[in-house]
């Protein structure tokens, strides 16, 4: 406390000759959100009081260092009985083409001690903050901030001072704002789904393009059916994903990161080929049999790898239980009659 207070009392208390350096000393880290709450807060009640001073000054000066460090106040809201408030900034990348960083700030904790109940919404829109801007990229991001900040900044009013509203009407609002931040969530959820799905199908692709690449360049140099169920495979992975994905069925861990997205959309292609490859195997070995006369000509045996390798890589499932139909059964004893009575001889 002492610490945020001490750069906006320094002017007055100060004498000339040492201004200097305590205004290095000032200077000499970037503020943080809470401090520009309390230059805030102090130039708003200077202002309001009448009293001409340095707050706004020293306001002023700590704005400018936190818009360098963190980006430009996009949005925010004040509370004038407390030091509370709540911010969104955005700070454009480098270069052109990188996209904007968008931060969520916020200072209550003052305002909401004896509001828990909309403490809690403003802690999850802390959560929805820091999962949109982790998560989410782009413009889905920059809607994703927008909307908690503006649920943050409604929630905050309802514990200002200033506000003239009945406690009733605080009530109706406070379930309209929470209905607001379900539709939110869902939006998150939504769009972190969406976003996860792209870099899924991104490595899926990747890993298929490399294997097919690959084994084209085995099955130029002679016919191989192994090569060629790999690459079938592969391939009917890839469209059972994305079918799947055009159905509104595929649904992934999207807080797990883009890495992990990326691997795990990799290893679709590998399983599918691994299945093709085994049914493939199975078929050439006679443990099963292709419904194609032996008189057929070549071409024909080509395409029938083919065709099965993708059904593989297409349907696990159907792999799976194809080659469970191959495994020999067991022969299952009869069960002996028990306590037998030994049979009469016939009467003579």
């Known amino acids: 406390m002492t610490e945020v207070l001490q750069p906006l009392a320094a002017p007055t208390a100060t004498p000339t000759t040492t201004r200097p350096h305590r205004t290095a000393v000032a200077h000499s ?9 309390y230059a805030h807060f102090a130039w708003w009640r200077e202002l309001r009081n009448g009293a001409p001073g340095d707050a706004a000054a020293a306001y002023h000066d700590l704005l400018g260092r936190f818009e360098r460090r963190h980006g430009k106040l996009v949005h925010s809201f004040w509370c004038t009985h407390l030091e509370s408030a709540v911010a969104l900034t955005e700070k454009p990348g480098r270069f052109p083409w990188q996209h904007s960083t968008w931060s969520f700030h916020r200072e ?31 413009v889905r991001q920059r809607i994703c901030l927008q909307l908690v900040t503006a649920s943050a900044s409604h929630l905050l009013s309802l514990v200002d001072e200033s506000s003239t509203h009945a406690d009733h009407e605080n009530a109706s609002v406070l379930k309209s704002e ?22 899924y199908f991104a490595g899926m692709a990747t890993v298929a393009a490399v294997i097919s690449a690959v084994a084209g360049i085995a099955l130029a140099f002679g016919w191989m059916s192994g090569v060629a169920a790999l690459i079938a495979g592969a391939i009917g992975a890839v469209v059972s994903v994305v079918q799947r994905i055009n159905a509104g069925q595929f649904e992934l861990d999207y807080d797990v990161g883009r890495p992990y997205a990326f691997f795990l959309g990799g290893l679709r292609p590998l399983i599918g080929g691994a299945f093709a490859l085994a049914i493939t195997f199975a078929f050439t070995s006679g443990l099963l049999h292709l419904p194609i006369s032996a008189k057929d000509p070549e071409s024909d045996h080509k395409l029938a790898v083919f065709v099965v390798g993708f059904l593989a890589g297409f349907s696990e499932r159907w792999a799976q239980d194809t080659l469970t139909t191959a495994l020999p059964a067991a022969a299952a004893p009869a069960p002996a009659k028990a306590n037998a009575a030994p049979e009469a001889p016939p009467n003579s």
Not at 29 to 37: D, G, I, M, Q, R
């Open 29 to 37: 880290h970037e503020p943080s959100f809470t401090e520009l709450v």
């Open 108 to 138: 209550s904790d003052w305002a909401t001690k004896g509001r828990h109940e909309i403490a809690g919404e403003l802690h999850r829109c802390d959560e929805l903050a820091v999962r949109a801007r982790t998560v989410l990229t782009g």
């Open 178 to 199: 929470i209905e607001a931040l379900d539709e939110t969530e869902a939006y998150y959820r939504q769009a972190a789904n969406g976003q996860a799905q792209i870099i």
